[in-house]
């Protein structure tokens, strides 16, 4: 059974804080790896892919990937009010045949407090 | 405006109906997915779809039953075989079912049993 863990929180930053949250992952052919931001009531949303070992970073999001380590972690720079909510980790890991699976763990709750 | 609709936003179900759950998507995508969300759980994967006319059980098809007669509909059917289905129903759609593809989530559908 392919596992994606979080820890589940609550995880209470200050505003203008960084925020951590970190993966892990148990199929280690994992290739491809996403972070979606979940509303309370609403659907989930990308804020970030990543797929290879390193960083990315787009606006207060950065992505870090480390394979060996089989973790992934999003950084949120300047914690804002609005960014209350569950972070979900999905992972990408080949299935069998043509076919890729998405497992997803099941999220972290962030609270910002002003 | 492209993107992914799901009907109704809301649905209650007697004992022993069958409901049926709508998802569209306008954005050419080929792949198309059903998940489940229960409060405090990751999504889990009912079936997926990457072609017309073909598709695939997830982990938890049992219950269930879906049509992929176009490639902008994915329909998803409780039967009353399914003895929980109290939950939050996500579709998505992807590019195609690829390893680098990203999975775009529609609003949810939230279905009571009475």
């Known amino acids: 059974q392919k596992e994606v863990e979080q820890n589940s929180g609550p995880l209470s930053v200050p505003e203008g804080a960084i925020a951590s949250l970190n993966c892990t992952y148990s199929?280690?052919?994992?290739?491809?790896f996403f972070w979606y931001r979940q509303y309370s009531g609403k659907s989930p949303e990308l804020i970030m892919s990543i797929y290879s070992n390193g960083d990315k970073e787009d606006g207060r999001f950065t992505a870090q990937l480390n394979k060996a380590s089989q973790y992934v972690s999003l950084l949120i720079r300047d914690s804002q009010p609005s960014d209350s909510a569950t972070y979900l980790c999905?992972?990408?890991?080949?299935?069998?045949?043509?076919?890729?699976?998405?497992?997803f763990g099941k999220g972290t709750l962030l609270t910002v407090n002003p | 405006d492209g993107g992914i609709t799901q009907s109704p936003k809301y649905l209650f179900r007697k004992e022993g109906q069958n409901v049926t759950l709508s998802c569209e998507q306008n954005?050419?995508?080929?792949?198309m997915y059903w998940y489940r969300q229960d409060p405090g759980q990751g999504l889990r994967l009912i079936y997926y779809?990457?072609?017309?006319?073909?598709?695939q059980k997830g982990d938890i098809a049992e219950g269930y039953s879906v049509s992929r007669e176009k490639k902008e509909s994915f329909p998803l059917t409780v039967t009353s075989a399914q003895k929980n289905p109290t939950a939050f129903y996500l579709c998505a759609s992807s590019i195609s079912g690829q390893v680098l593809d990203t999975q775009y989530f529609g609003p949810g559908t939230r279905l009571t049993v009475l």
């Open positions: 779809s990457q072609i017309v006319n073909d598709f």
């Open positions: 199929d280690r052919g994992s290739q491809s």
């Open positions: 999905a992972v990408k890991a080949w299935s069998g045949g043509s076919n890729y699976k998405l497992t």
């Open positions: 954005l050419n995508h080929d792949a």
